[in-house]
């Protein structure tokens, strides 16, 4: 099994950025496709961002393109998402997923579910 673990979530004011990032322990994450997810309060899980295993293929949700970047870092084991630019709309708990295959995850509704998740970080933007 792999255990994910996010991190770099917080408090930031409309504007601003934040990166997150999911360390992986229990397997290599270059095993597995990655991917971002987040979930507000009162409603659905939306896929935010996918990764493919060597790095060069990305997918984003609409809502989030041309602002948040994922990348990955296979000798750290460690998926990143860069978030810029951030509304109060942005605000929500993000996840960390790994899978096999990811095309679909950001797609409303998505396609396809990943193998694993982390427990989740808070990004709040407010002013």
């Known amino acids: 099994d792999v255990q994910l673990v996010e991190s770099g979530g917080g408090f930031v004011q409309p504007g601003g950025s934040l990166r997150l990032a999911c360390n992986a322990s229990?397997?290599?994450?270059?095993?597995?496709?990655m991917g971002w997810f987040r979930q507000a309060p009162g409603k659905e899980r939306e896929g935010l961002a996918s990764?493919?295993?060597?790095?060069?293929?990305?997918n984003y949700a609409d809502s989030v393109k041309g602002r948040f970047t994922i990348s990955r870092d296979n000798g750290q084991n460690t998926v990143y998402l860069q978030m810029t630019n951030l509304t109060p709309e942005d605000t929500a708990m993000y996840y960390c997923?790994?899978?096999?295959?990811?095309?679909?995850?950001?797609?409303?509704?998505?396609?396809?579910?990943?193998?694993?998740w982390g427990q989740g970080t808070q990004v709040t933007v407010s002013t």
């Open positions: 229990g397997d290599f994450i270059r095993n597995y496709c």
């Open positions: 990764i493919y295993t060597g790095g060069g293929y990305t």
């Open positions: 997923a790994a899978g096999t295959f990811c095309t679909g995850w950001i797609r409303s509704p998505p396609i396809g579910r990943p193998l694993y």
